[in-house]
């Protein structure tokens, strides 16, 4: 009985960190394609995080910043010499950081009825 449990809680546990492409169907030949995505829980807990509370709301605005502050412009007498891009798109959970201060936003705009405009 031990080996199955160890067995199916490792099977549990790699699945979580495997992406597999669900667009294939199971009865043709093909080979499903497995990719390594060793965020994809995390990624999984912050889109299933769920914002119902006005203090954790303001608290999430205000940690996650509206605008990337990371793109640069280095100038010298005038002219631009170095740009920097925004990193934010590099970052693998950007999209649900943005989702989750969305959510926040739209919790206490809609639900709360505060004003949202000294977090924009």
């Not at 280095?74 to 002219?79: D, M, Q, T």
């Amino acid at each position: 009985m031990n080996d199955v449990t160890q067995y199916t809680v490792k099977n549990i546990v790699l699945a979580s960190w495997i992406w597999t492409d669900d667009n294939q169907s199971t009865s043709s030949k093909k080979t499903v394609k497995k990719e390594f995505a060793p965020l994809k829980p995390l990624r999984q807990w912050l889109d299933n995080l769920k914002v119902n509370n006005p203090e954790f709301a303001r608290r999430l605005c205000k940690l996650i910043p509206s605008q990337c502050p990371f793109e640069r412009e280095v100038k010298l007498f005038g002219r631009t010499i170095l740009h920097i891009p925004p990193m934010c798109k590099l970052n693998p959970i950007y999209e649900e950081l943005m989702m989750l201060r969305f959510r926040a936003l739209s919790y206490l705009a809609d639900e709360c009825g505060e004003d949202i405009s000294a977090f924009c």
